[in-house]
Nanobody, 125 residues
Framework: QVQLVESGGGLVQAGDSLRLSCVASGRTFSNFNMAWFRQALGKERQFVAGISSNSGRTFYVDSVKGRFTISRDNAKNLVYLQMNSLKPEDKAVYYC??????????????????WGQGNQVTVSS
């Protein structure tokens, strides 16, 4: 069983940067495809970025392309979300998620089986 714990959220101003981290317990992390989702108040949870188990493929929602970067360190069981040029509309609770998948390139935005507890990111204008 893999457990995920996020850290790194907080309050920043528009234009600032923030890095979220997610550490996974368990020995199967390197086989997991990982992603970050976010949920703004009153809205549905939204896929933000995903990365394949071997870091070979990354995927992003259009609204964060060029600003956010997802990466992972399998030796440390860590996945990161580097967020640059933050905007007020990026304000949300950010969740780390993971899953096994053999067809990740077509399912990267859904079907995750493991979730972290969520971490608040607030961007002031």
């Amino acid at each position: 069983q893999v457990q995920l714990v996020e850290s790194g959220g907080g309050l920043v101003q528009a234009g600032d940067s923030l890095r979220l981290s997610c550490v996974a317990s368990g020995r199967t992390f390197s086989n997991f495809n990982m992603a970050w989702f976010r949920q703004a108040l009153g809205k549905e949870r939204q896929f933000v970025a995903g990365i394949s188990s071997n870091s070979g493929r990354t995927f992003y929602v259009d609204s964060v392309k060029g600003r956010f970067t997802i990466s992972r360190d399998n030796a440390k069981n860590l996945v990161y979300l580097q967020m640059n040029s933050l905007k007020p509309e990026d304000k949300a609770v950010y969740y780390c998620a993971g899953k096994f998948s053999v067809s990740y390139s077509t399912t990267y935005d859904r079907g995750y089986s493991h979730w972290g507890q969520g971490n608040q990111v607030t961007v002031s204008s």
